[in-house]
């Protein structure tokens, strides 16, 4: 029967964990107050996606980019706009 790591490495495992997870929740709490404070912010969470959003779900980033500027892209003194 296999015994496992020993536990100074199960033990040092767990505390890695636990500091990502404590990094995770700090990074999450600070976007919220982040995006209220700048104006005409939007916050977009995309689930399971690390520091290569663009890479990773080039989707859902694009549709929120195209989401973001579709409005001043097509505005009065933009010379995109169309009128």
Known sequence: ???GPPLTQRRISDETAAARR?????AAAGA???ADGIADAA????PRTGHLASVERPAP???ALLAHFAPAAHGPGN???PG
């Open 1 to 3: 029967m296999a015994a």
């Open 61 to 63: 980033v694009l549709a």
């Open 43 to 46: 916050l977009v969470e995309l």
């Open 22 to 26: 404590a990094t995770a929740e700090a």
């Open 32 to 34: 919220p107050a982040l």
């Open 79 to 81: 010379w995109y706009s």
